[in-house]
């Protein structure tokens, strides 16, 4: 009995254990789903959570639906003075079609191919987005299509999650705002259909000569070309029947698509399927060559409009743009005619010229002795200057920062000048020496020992890079005092750089464009990039010194130059010489390999003559002698101011002295020499003693160590930002460094 309770007592309390352990096991369990859902809820909340940062992170740079978008534009345009069309890119066939001129075949064939559920969609599809999370192929909506190849160059420089939660959004806002049939039609005219074309109406025209009311039909014909047009959007360069039959297959696919569609009926989609859709073919139109034959005649010229373009900005290819420009092109040929006129030693022979009138437009350039010319010499073929530039890279600084010691009286040794430390000896030419001689007879000779002395005793590199410098001349990193002899230019750079001379010493950067239009129907006036040089007082001195150049030869070097009938005209002679054991083909008798010649007229051009060989070591040299590029300049300029009898003398500024002598051998001194008053954009030259000031253009990248190792510079330049911010519109002006500093600051 006492076993058998003892028994009983042990049963009771192991059930009394079991229960209490399976109270225990609910109650955990309980617990723990309790604590399950709330962590689980928790989870999604920050996955939704995060899911929706990621979004919003991803819409921040979200663009604006609009139709100036999500047209379609013709190619970029230059114009003349007069609205002629004198260059257009026709790189890209562009004809835009309305809705009511698209085909019905082809409206309803696209929706079946491209997107079926087109008009009754928001513009997105679920579907479409999975596939591509997936990473496969298709599954966008039309909208989705044309987001993307209007704001995402066809998909390139973006990631594609972003851009597909982009083209979502977009096309929800673009359904809400724009009607289904003009999305419809933008799309088609942006599709890219190969053979350089945009838009349907575009392929239409290259591939088969059609117009779009041609196939109202359906013809066997018609029914086959719509269809390969069609299917062209997937692979345009894969299905072009000029290149391969590939785009055959394609067709097929698209027809029984439309048959199943019920677009076409059985008996068409047979006649259209056995069609010889390449008999039809038109002859294929090259781009290419039309495009040479637009632009060929002002090449030269749009070259450079197209270059100013991209330095201000703007988009070519994209934009549309219209650009107004000064050519005048009755004045162009002109200009072209007078030095083709021009006598030249044999075929070989070649000259660059360029013609820029007083307020900095560049009215004429020729870069070479044919119009079919592919290097324009002009701007391309920077060679050496010879003594034409002796007035910027010795007088101009000379009488700029010592104007107080020196003067256009001031003598210098004509003699051998030996380089301090080193065996090179500086001559004049034919080893001619005057003794002492005044500064101003000895430009006017173009002697060199001068300059060299001037260079290397006085001035110093880092004034002459200063000076050159505004005045748009690039110069070397390491310049001698040798190098003040000549700099390598362009005519360009050199007709720009006197034409600062007859502007009182302000510099304009040589000038194209007039104005510019833009798609939305803006318009934007290009006004002249000017800054001071030099002081108007230094500029009026060289003008003065340099009227003695185009005179006989007892006072200057250019006597063919001569214009009797101008007071206000004043050139320089430039020639290069060989080096010792360098060409010694000596056809037209002893000479060098390149020759210049530029000049100016108060209130009227610049005009800058370079001649010479491309290959002057193989090529003849040029025999001292030769005087041809003086006439052709001179010829210029009379042609140019063929409305003036007389040109008088320039305005002596208050600035300006006179310390002896009368007529061209008077002799000038500056009263203000010294630090550039500042006018117009600062060149920063008021800053002599500084390190080079190199051109370089303008970057994004931002040095966010901008306040360490600031220099004296640095530090000037941020205040004069601070204090005239409407100087920097352009940073050309600044160095690398000082844009750096200037751009790390303000941001």
Not at 698 to 716: A, F, G, I, L, S
């Amino acid at each position: 009995m006492l076993i058998i309770n003892t028994m009983s007592i042990l049963l009771i309390r192991n059930i009394r254990k079991e229960k209490n352990m399976r109270h225990k096991i609910l109650k955990v369990i309980k617990g723990t789903t309790k604590w399950s859902l709330i962590v689980g809820a928790l989870c999604a909340m920050i996955v939704t959570a995060s899911i929706l940062l990621f979004v919003n992170i991803k819409l921040q740079s979200l663009p604006p639906i609009d139709a100036v978008y999500l047209n379609t534009y013709g190619p970029t345009k230059i114009l003349d003075k007069d609205n002629n069309v004198i260059y257009e890119d026709t790189q890209r066939i562009v004809q835009n079609i309305t809705y009511d001129e698209l085909p019905e075949l082809y409206s309803k064939g696209i929706v079946a191919v491209e997107d079926h559920d087109f008009w009754e969609s928001r513009g997105y599809s679920i579907k479409g987005l999975l596939t591509a999370t997936l990473g496969k192929r298709g599954g966008s909506t039309i909208e989705q299509q044309l987001i993307k190849n209007t704001y995402y160059n066809g998909g390139q420089g973006i990631d594609k999650y972003t851009r597909k939660i982009h083209e979502v959004f977009l096309a929800m806002q673009m359904n809400e705002n724009i009607e289904k049939k003009d999305i419809l039609t933008y799309y088609v005219n942006k599709l890219e259909l190969g053979e350089n074309t945009v838009g349907i109406k575009s392929a239409m025209k290259v591939y088969f000569n059609k117009t779009p009311d041609q196939y109202s039909d359906k013809t066997p014909e018609n029914i086959a070309q719509l269809a390969y047009l069609t299917g062209l959007g997937q692979a345009p360069t894969t299905y072009d029947l000029y290149l391969s039959d590939d785009g055959l297959e394609r067709k097929d696919i698209i027809l029984s698509i439309w048959q199943q569609s019920g677009l076409i009926t059985e008996e068409e989609y047979k006649g259209a399927k056995t069609f010889d859709l390449k008999s039809t073919l038109a002859e294929r139109f090259h781009a290419s060559e039309q495009q040479w034959e637009i632009n060929k005649r002002y090449k030269t010229y749009t070259d450079q409009v197209l270059e100013e373009v991209k330095e201000l900005g703007y988009d070519t290819k994209n934009a549309s743009l219209t650009i107004h420009t000064f050519l005048d092109q009755d004045l162009y040929k002109k200009i072209e005619d007078t030095v083709y006129a021009g006598e030249y030693l044999d075929d070989n022979q070649q000259v660059a010229a360029t013609v820029i009138n007083h307020d900095g437009v560049v009215i004429g350039m020729v870069g070479g002795r044919s119009r079919e010319s592919e290097w324009n010499r002009a701007v391309q073929n920077t060679r050496s200057s010879g003594s034409s530039m002796k007035p910027f890279t010795a007088y101009g600084p000379l009488l700029q920062y010592f104007g107080n010691n020196y003067n256009t009286a001031s003598r210098f040794d004509t003699s051998n000048y030996v380089y301090p430390g080193t065996n090179y000896v500086m001559r004049n030419y034919a080893g001619a020496t005057y003794g002492m001689l005044d500064m101003q007879q000895s430009l006017r000779w173009s002697l060199n020992t001068p300059v060299a002395r001037i260079d290397d005793e006085i001035l110093g590199s880092t004034r002459m890079k200063t000076f050159l410098h505004g005045l748009g001349l690039d110069v070397k990193d390491e310049y001698s005092a040798n190098d003040g002899i000549g700099l390598n230019i362009s005519t360009l750079q050199a007709a720009a750089a006197y034409n600062a001379l007859d502007n009182g010493g302000i510099y304009t950067r040589p000038r194209f464009i007039k104005s510019i239009d833009f798609v939305d129907g803006t318009s934007k006036e290009i006004d002249a990039r000017r800054h001071r040089a030099m002081n108007e007082s230094v500029a009026y001195v060289l003008t003065q010194m340099l009227r003695g150049v185009p005179q006989p030869i007892s006072m200057g070097s250019a006597p063919a130059a001569m214009i009797p009938q101008y007071e206000g005209y004043a050139g320089k002679t430039g020639s290069v010489a060989f080096a010792d054991g360098q060409n010694n083909n000596y056809a037209y008798g002893p000479g060098g390999s390149d020759i210049w010649y530029d000049s100016i007229t108060r209130d009227g051009y610049s005009v800058s003559i370079w001649m010479g060989y491309d290959n002057p070591n193989d090529d003849p040299q040029i025999p001292d002698h030769f005087k041809s590029y003086q006439v052709i300049n001179k010829n210029l300029q009379l042609m140019l101011n063929a409305d003036r009898s007389s040109i008088p003398n320039w305005d002596r500024p208050d600035t300006v002295k006179s310390v002896g002598g009368s007529g061209l051998r008077e002799f000038l001194a500056v009263t203000d020499a010294g630090d550039v008053e500042q006018s117009y954009t600062p060149s920063l030259t008021q800053l002599p003693d500084i390190p080079a000031i190199q051109k370089v253009k303008p970057k994004t990248e931002v040095n966010k160590e901008w306040n360490k190792n600031m220099t004296e510079r640095d530090k000037k330049s941020y205040e004069l930002y601070k204090n005239h911010p409407e100087y920097f519109d352009n940073l050309d002006i600044l160095n690398d460094s000082t844009y750096k500093t200037i751009q790390g600051k303000v941001e």
